[in-house]
Structure formats: structure tokens, C-alpha cells
């Protein structure tokens, strides 16, 4: 059963990059008709999509980031990693990884079928 | 301000039958993407509820269903049960601003 797991540190401060890395084991990260993605959620409010790679490297960022955010992907260590930089208090979330299927060749058609547990990040001095 | 529209709660008594309801606009369901539903229970990662519009993955009750008409989608929970008491989250893409998959505000839906 595949199971996805956020690891990374939980206090940025202001102005530091955020580095989040999400393991996904029982599966391959290499699998055809799915992306990896993250979402994160500000305590006490809704979902935002950040951004998704797939395993050859492609990556498509929520504009609202595309300055400021990286996702990578490490196929040898089935892994893939968000870096956001120049924080805010604004950007304290728990950030959830995901995997995303694809269902229609492009992200038009794109849904988040498992979720990991997510993980809180907190951005302060 | 979410692009997707969802009423911030609803409720119902147990048995009975709700719906929550995910407005958006031209750039997004109206454009004919399709809607997804999430359940977040309480401190937990949200999990796929309906994918395509009215599909549903397997596991998932068939008290639960989906549908889309113009530029809005619904999500029918029948057969209420205090277990279903959660947030509850729709996706699409979203075609302004070079494209983006967005979700509604969410609705937390209440078992009396």
C-alpha cells in the first residue's frame, strides 16, 4: 500500500527558505499517469495547491508561487522536495505531499487520490 | 477569497440527506473542468471523496454523490451518520492566471 510521509523542519524564520521533502514508499515515484504534488493549509483555513512534478522532472507551479517556489524530484531515493523561499508568517501551513492523478494528459484533469499526513511548518524569529 | 464558492457550514440530523454546493464561474467549472470532493476529518489529511464530477473511488459509501450543472457542482451526502461530520473541500482547474488547479473555501458540514 503506497504511503506518502513529509519530513523537513518545522520553524523557518522570516525571510529563510522553506525545505519540506516527502518520502513515498510502497510505490514507485517513477509510475506513469501520476504527478506528486504539495498543498498546504494556514491553521484554520481552506486548501491551496502549490505546485506538482512528475518523475521525469517536469513541474507545474500555482502561479500565485512561481517566484519564490522549487519542486524537485530524487527517483533513486523515491523522493520528491518542495523549497519556498522568502517566507512569511503568512506561509505558516501544514503542507501536505500528494500523489496526483493524472487522468486526461495534462493538468486540466488532475485530482489528489492519497495524501500524506502533512506536516506543520511555522514561520517565526 | 476562493475562486470555487462553498457555503462555510451546513448540518443535518442523522438519516437525513444534505448537499453542499461549489459555485464558480466561466474560467472553471463553467468552462466544463471537472469536480473533485475531499472529506477532511478533524486533524486529518483530507481524503478523495468523488473524482470526474460523479465518481466515486472504491471504499467510498455510495451515500455519497456528485454532479455538475453550468458553473456549479454538488456533493449529496444521504443516510447522515455522525461519522461523516468533517470538512468538506471541491477542486477544479482554474484557466485564469496562466492556469491552476484551485479549491473552495470549504464547508463543514455538522451531524445534530
Keep these: 500500500q503506497l504511503q506518502l510521509q513529509e519530513s523537513g523542519p518545522g520553524l523557518v524564520k522570516p525571510s529563510e527558505t522553506l525545505s519540506l521533502t516527502c518520502t513515498v514508499s510502497g510505490g514507485s515515484i517513477s509510475s506513469s499517469s501520476y504527478y506528486w504534488g504539495w498543498i498546504r493549509q494556514p491553521p484554520g483555513k481552506g486548501l491551496e495547491w502549490i505546485g506538482s512534478i512528475y518523475y521525469s522532472g517536469s513541474t507545474y507551479y500555482n502561479p500565485s508561487f512561481k517566484s519564490r517556489v522549487t519542486i524537485s524530484v530524487d527517483t533513486s531515493k523515491n523522493q520528491f522536495s518542495l523549497k519556498l523561499s522568502s517566507v512569511t508568517a503568512a506561509d505558516t501551513a501544514v503542507y501536505y505531499c500528494a500523489r496526483v492523478k493524472d487522468y486526461g494528459g495534462n493538468y486540466l484533469y488532475w485530482y489528489f487520490d492519497l495524501w500524506g499526513r502533512g506536516t506543520l511548518v511555522t514561520v517565526s524569529s | ?112
Design chain 2, 1 to 112: 477569497q476562493s475562486v470555487l464558492t462553498q457555503p462555510p457550514s451546513v448540518s443535518g440530523a442523522p438519516g437525513q440527506r444534505v448537499s453542499i454546493s461549489c459555485t464558480g464561474s466561466s474560467s472553471n467549472i463553467g468552462a466544463g473542468y471537472d469536480v473533485h470532493w475531499y472529506q477532511q476529518l478533524p486533524g486529518i489529511a483530507p481524503k478523495l471523496l468523488i473524482y470526474g464530477n460523479s465518481n466515486r473511488p472504491s471504499g467510498v459509501p455510495d451515500r455519497f454523490s456528485g454532479s455538475k450543472s453550468g458553473t456549479s457542482a454538488s456533493l449529496a451526502i444521504t443516510g447522515l451518520q455522525a461519522e461523516d461530520e468533517a470538512d468538506y473541500y471541491c477542486q477544479s482547474y482554474d484557466s485564469s492566471l496562466s492556469g491552476r488547479l484551485v479549491f473552495g473555501g470549504g464547508t463543514k458540514l455538522t451531524v445534530l
